[in-house]
T-cell receptor, first 114, second 114 residues
């Protein structure tokens, strides 16, 4: 099946630092979604991207849909303790029989030290 | 209202019990999803309902039985589960089933099978 390679797997940073994570695939994607999940809760949608090259911001978060449609990155600026959690990229691969089904990256576990 | 609600929040059941998980959304979405998630892993798709009809069953064992009574409600009936079925069960919804539709997740039900 389709796979999304998400990196890094985990990050340990100091409060105030910037964070960058990315996802790559061997297949093209129609949509890139970035979710954050707190322990014991469901994933919360942070940013949705629909067009190749699209750059979208949501507060301190910025995400881009790669021009080749095979990658995306998420940046968090000036991290704060509540940024702690697991970040997942996800998207439905274009074509095939995967209509609407999301493929998820393995997640990036973010720890922020005060 | 952009919320997906799930009940119960926690459930402990024996292997001979029958229980049900409930999911509700009032966003007018016509696609609803069940996912299973193990700790620190991405969600795994189980079922997709589109316009109250089962669209995708990801080869889920028959001890899990989904039901969509109407466009706002989604149930997951559980019977004769195994300890390895213990996980966080997530419900999600999107406007339609398709590649350009964002999925919104509920908070999940933490299931423990003894």
């Amino acid at each position: 099946g389709q796979q999304l390679n998400q990196s890094p797997q985990s990050m340990f940073i100091q409060e105030g630092e910037d964070v960058s994570m990315n996802c790559t695939s061997s297949s093209i994607f129609n949509t890139w979604l970035w979710y954050k999940q707190d322990p014991g809760e469901g994933p919360v949608l942070l940013i949705a991207l629909y067009k190749a090259g699209e750059l979208t911001s949501n507060g301190r978060l910025t995400a881009q849909f790669g021009i080749t449609r095979k990658d995306s990155f998420l940046n968090i600026s000036a991290s704060i303790p509540s940024d702690v959690g697991i970040y997942f990229c996800a998207g439905p691969p274009a074509g095939g029989t995967s209509y609407g089904k999301l493929t998820f990256g393995q997640g990036t576990i973010l720890t922020v030290h005060p | 209202d952009t919320e997906v609600t799930q009940t119960p929040k926690h459930l402990v059941m024996g292997m001979t019990n029958k229980k049900s998980l409930k999911c509700e959304q009032h966003m007018g979405h016509r696609a609803m999803y069940w996912y299973k998630q193990k700790a620190k892993k991405p969600p795994e798709l189980m079922f997709v309902y589109s316009y109250e009809k089962l669209s995708i069953n990801e080869s889920v064992p028959s001890r899990f039985s989904p039901e969509c009574p109407n466009s706002s409600l989604l149930n997951l009936h559980l019977h004769a589960l195994q300890p390895e079925d213990s996980a966080l069960y997530l419900c999600a919804s999107s406007q339609r089933e398709g590649s350009y539709n964002e999925q919104f997740f509920g908070p999940g039900t933490r299931l423990t099978v003894l």
